[in-house]
């Protein structure tokens, strides 16, 4: 097996990465991500770079309220303090970030601070089981 450390970001992460901008809105978000089996989505500017995180228990939580609607835009839900990693740190990192921050996914970002990426607890428990298949 691989030593976890020897395996980069890059190497497990999901690339076809749903996202949307902050001036999407939130209805349109939610039917995408139970669509599509998706628990949360990067919210990212005109230039691809990160400026937010939405998951769907926070978009539920904000329809529950009075004089909330679904065609608020997402920007007003976001996570705005959004933890993200370089496509080129090791899987290590990346899980550690997870289990401190206790989140189950984070976006990848490229050496320009691009999207180019999410990893989720399923895409490392994937790479754990993958390993030991090929290596036992």
């Given amino acids: 097996m691989k030593k976890i450390a020897n395996i980069k970001i890059l190497d497990i992460m999901k690339t076809d990465v749903v996202h949307f901008d902050g001036?999407?809105?939130?209805?349109?978000?939610?039917?995408?991500?139970?669509?599509?089996?998706?628990?949360?989505?990067?919210?990212?500017?005109?230039?691809?770079?990160?400026?937010?995180?939405?998951?769907?228990?926070?978009?539920?939580?904000?329809?529950?309220?009075?004089?909330?609607?679904?065609?608020?835009?997402?920007?007003?839900?976001?996570?705005?303090?959004?933890?993200?990693?370089?496509?080129?740190?090791?899987?290590l990192e990346a899980s550690k970030l997870l289990r401190k921050e206790n989140i189950t996914a984070v976006p990848i970002i490229d050496d320009d601070d691009k999207l180019v990426g999410l990893i989720s607890l399923e895409n490392i428990v994937d790479c754990f089981i993958r390993e030991y298949v090929e290596n036992n």
């Fill in 23 to 91: 001036k999407a809105h939130v209805f349109e978000i939610l039917s995408i991500m139970e669509n599509d089996n998706i628990n949360g989505v990067p919210i990212v500017d005109e230039n691809d770079k990160v400026v937010g995180f939405v998951v769907k228990s926070d978009i539920y939580r904000f329809l529950r309220e009075l004089g909330h609607y679904p065609q608020y835009p997402v920007e007003l839900i976001m996570s705005k303090d959004v933890h993200s990693l370089n496509q080129n740190m090791s899987l």
